[in-house]
């Protein structure tokens, strides 16, 4: 048997709703699901130093590019705490896809 890594990924479209900073410096992003909707359609992500953030153009960003309206996609670890909005530790990727 041939175990895959990615098999506990999870991908779906989502709206930003926010960037918030936490007291310890951890960055997360809230949005609110589009696609893959199973509960509350609220999710908070961690973005750390190893997730990778793309503009609309495909080019690597900050998170300053994240902006409120904006529709992303959002690879991540099929994981999450029980925290309101559900919080995911382990983001791998969220691509801008449309600046609405």
């Known amino acids: 048997i041939v175990f895959s890594s990615s098999w506990s990924n999870r991908s779906f479209e989502a709206v ?3 960037t918030i900073t936490q007291p310890n410096g951890e960055v997360r992003l ?7 909707i199973y509960a509350d359609p ?5 973005i750390s130093e190893d997730t990778q953030l793309f503009d609309i153009d495909g080019n690597l960003a900050s998170i300053d590019v ?4 904006y529709s992303v996609k959002v690879i ?3 994981s ?5 909005p559900f ?6 990727k969220v691509e801008v896809l449309r600046a609405n």
């Open 66 to 69: 994240m902006k409120p309206v």
């Open 42 to 46: 609220r999710n908070s992500l961690h």
């Open 16 to 18: 930003v709703e926010e």
């Open 30 to 36: 809230i949005v609110r699901r589009t696609t893959e």
């Open 80 to 84: 999450f705490l029980e925290e309101v």
């Open 76 to 78: 991540l670890a099929d």
């Open 87 to 92: 919080y995911y530790p382990t983001v791998y």
